[in-house]
């Protein structure tokens, strides 16, 4: 079993792998035949990996806004959302407020899967 977004894609687009389901809530555009783990009969399986741009505590809100305005402009760019996609990524955007509570939603849900499991840190 392999996981990986980034590395795969072009051996898959080519042949020389195999992928099997992708680990999103949502199939990938770059992929678009190839299912979820949730619909191959693990419900709720969501894996996704994500990236996103912060900043320091305390930037005044007028920096953030203006910040967050250009970086969703440019997710909008065809050029722009077209390598993202070629690259597996999904393009979201949003608004700070979105971003921090889906950041939030992140660490609680990966907390309760280290709990559930067990894994501790020796």
Not at 24 to 35: K, N, Y
Request: hydrophobic share 40%; net charge positive.
């Amino acid at each position: 079993m392999f996981m990986n977004t980034l590395s795969a894609l072009q051996p898959v687009k080519q042949g020389r792998l195999k992928a099997l389901a992708t680990a999103g809530a949502q199939r990938i555009s770059a992929l678009p035949d190839v299912p979820t783990v949730a619909e191959s009969g693990m419900p709720n399986f969501d894996a996704t990996s994500w990236f996103g741009i912060v900043t320091r505590s305390g930037v005044p809100k007028d920096i953030v806004q203006k910040l967050n305005t250009e970086l969703n402009r440019a997710i909008r760019l065809p050029d722009v959302r077209e390598r993202l996609e070629n690259l597996s990524a999904t393009p979201a955007g949003g608004t700070p407020e979105q971003f921090e509570a889906y950041i939030r939603s992140e660490r609680i849900k990966w907390a309760k899967v280290i709990k559930d499991s067990g894994a501790r840190v020796d």
